[in-house]
């Protein structure tokens, strides 16, 4: 009697202590990406705070986008075939922009519910294949 009542203990115990444990690694882990985020944040004020100095921004404007002063020449060397050599700056391509509008989307879906599944083209957006254009 007096074992399946320490054995009962025992049971109840191990599962609340379990429980703290998982409660533990959970904080734990916690205030471990708290202070990446507090570290990332601090890294993004300081870049914010650059770009209110001038300087800064004339440097970026010279190193990203090969941009010279009035009155400067700006030189790129050309090798034997035709590319040009060294860090050449580019802009990145600006984001598509999805150019459907919500009421083209809405007739859209209008004129394509009265057609058999075998006649609706695939969903460009999602990339499916619809069951008759296997």
Do not use: H
Not at 21 to 35: D, P, V
Not at 51 to 77: C, L, S, T
Request: aromatic fraction near 8%.
């Amino acid at each position: 009697m007096l074992l399946s009542v320490v054995l009962l203990l025992v049971g109840s115990y191990t599962a609340t202590l379990r429980a703290w444990w998982s409660a533990r690694q959970e904080i734990t882990t916690s205030q471990a990406e708290r202070a990446q985020l507090k570290a990332q944040i601090t890294e993004l004020e300081d870049q914010k705070e650059r770009f209110n100095d001038p300087a800064y921004i004339k440097q970026q404007a010279r190193e990203r986008f090969g941009w010279v002063m009035p009155g400067e020449i700006g030189y790129r060397v050309i090798g034997s075939d035709g590319e040009v050599r060294g860090e050449v700056p580019t802009l990145d391509a600006p984001a598509k922009v999805n150019s459907d509008q919500w009421y083209d989307k809405l007739w859209g879906s209008v004129t394509t519910a009265g057609t058999p599944e075998a006649d609706v083209a695939p969903d460009d957006n999602t990339g499916d294949v619809l069951e008759g254009d296997q």
